[in-house]
T-cell receptor, first 116, second 114 residues
Framework: DTAVSQTPKYLVTQMGNDKSIKCEQNLGHDTMYWYKQDSKKFLKIMFSYNNKELIINETVPNRFSPKSPDKAHLNLHINSLELGDSAVYFC???????????????FGPGTRLTVT | GESVGLHLPTLSVQEGDNSIINCAYSNSASDYFIWYKQESGKGPQFIIDIRSNMDKRQGQRVTVLLNKTVKHLSLQIAATQPGDSAVYFCAENGAQNYGQNFVFGPGTRLSVLP
């Protein structure tokens, strides 16, 4: 069974379009994340979300919005897509173990977004 | 050898040799660190973690060393195998929102030569 799954795996779209990437985790984790990985493999957190709060990286444009219908899902909506949005987007999840625990994040397989 | 520049740093090692991947972190207040391995076409995968009250932690064939004085982490892989070829990232927990704000390093590509 896949722990963290994302759909679609590949997404090719034109500038100006609106698209969504779906993410589901079956691990029962409290917190989910979205990361962006650019062509140089640099991995940057975009959002983290649990049932208490949404934490947004201040550098993320407001065209990006996470939506969580329930604890197991965190979808990423992107409006008015731009060329610079082309990247691989990873969803991840982790369990809150408190200050002394382990914060291993389980990553999905990634969605390669190409904006033309 | 290791190369650093505009491209992803690459470390090439001979199969069977030991590998050492280095990482400099930025936040002196960070007290929890993780090493991840990312194989081609996949998401990052947890390897090992360490807290700041430790200098060293060992796993299976891997050892992480932490030097808080110079804000430096290293990952040592013993008897490197072809399956170890991947990009390796260190991650530090952010000062705020503990556990939810990891900052990843730029990554190092490990290439294992036959």
């Amino acid at each position: 069974d896949t722990a963290v799954s994302q759909t679609p795996k590949y997404l090719v779209t034109q500038m100006g379009n609106d698209k969504s990437i779906k993410c589901e985790q079956n691990l029962g984790h409290d917190t989910m994340y979205w990361y962006k990985q650019d062509s140089k493999k640099f991995l940057k957190i975009m959002f983290s979300y649990n049932n208490k709060e949404l934490i947004i990286n201040e550098t993320v444009p407001n065209r990006f919005s996470p939506k969580s219908p329930d604890k197991a899902h965190l979808n990423l909506h992107i409006n008015s897509l731009e060329l610079g949005d082309s990247a691989v987007y990873f969803c991840a999840s982790s369990q809150d173990h408190g200050l002394a625990g382990r914060y291993e994040q389980y990553f999905g397989p990634g969605t390669r977004l190409t904006v033309t | 050898g290791e190369s650093v520049g505009l491209h992803l740093p690459t470390l090439s090692v001979q199969e069977g040799d030991n590998s050492i991947i280095n990482c400099a972190y930025s936040n002196s207040a960070s007290d929890y660190f993780i090493w991840y391995k990312q194989e081609s076409g996949k998401g990052p995968q947890f390897i090992i973690d360490i807290r700041s009250n430790m200098d060293k932690r060992q796993g299976q064939r891997v050892t992480v060393l932490l030097n808080k004085t110079v804000k430096h982490l290293s990952l040592q892989i013993a008897a490197t195998q072809p399956g170890d070829s991947a990009v390796y990232f260190c991650a530090e927990n952010g000062a705020q929102n503990y556990g939810q704000n990891f900052v990843f390093g730029p990554g190092t590509r490990l290439s294992v030569l036959p």
